[in-house]
């Protein structure tokens, strides 16, 4: 199977300012890597996601980082705001039909 | 068109009791999946049903634990009997296939507290 790991645990960072959130996945057959947002009282949604064939993506201030040689990725938030803090999760796609989870990144904006 | 819906939002129950959890997969889904997060780890895979099969049941934690689809619409998740490390939120998501570059929905989340 698959095993991702996920750092770090806490983030906390002054409004404005970047925060980075990284993870590793451990079989190189994993094709496909979405970032969800979990709000509190809420369920997870989706923000971005990357493809093997591809080495980054951008959406506005998120944008998403993938290294297939040493099997890691990122998450970059620039210009943080208040309301991007939520609980983060990456995922790695095994198999075509099973996602494995990160154990979550909880991000503070402070204002 | 309607997201992934799950009920009962939130459940408190005595330890040895049963609950029973559903999930409304997005129309036209026929891959529905059952995940569980409990405090702090990782949200993780309990099973996965490609219409009315169970495709993949690997992370049932034992056999207290059944879940059905039946039609292939709507899924339940019964837990009997409850035990207090049953606790935490269990997630239900739904998809068209994977292999076509599509991804997963989650619903809001059953809450589940056992005391």
Known sequence: ?111 | EAGVTQFPSHSVIEKGQTVTLRCDPISGHDNLYWYRRVMGKEIKFLLHFVKESKQDESGMPNNRFLAERTGGTYSTLKVQPAELEDSGVYFCASSQFLSSGNTIYFGEGSWLTVV
């Open chain 1, 1 to 111: 199977g698959e095993n991702v790991e996920q750092h770090p645990s806490t983030l906390s960072v002054q409004e404005g300012d970047s925060a980075v959130i990284k993870c590793t996945y451990s079989d190189s057959a994993s094709n496909y890597f979405p970032w969800y947002k979990q709000e509190l009282g809420k369920g997870p949604q989706l923000i971005i996601d990357i493809r093997s064939n591809v080495g980054e993506k951008k959406d506005q201030r998120i944008a998403v980082t993938l290294n297939k040689t040493a099997k890691h990725f990122s998450l970059h938030i620039t210009e943080t705001q208040p309301e991007d803090s939520a609980v983060y999760f990456c995922a790695a796609l095994y198999n075509f039909n099973k996602f494995y989870f990160g154990s979550g990144t909880k991000l503070n904006v402070k204002p």
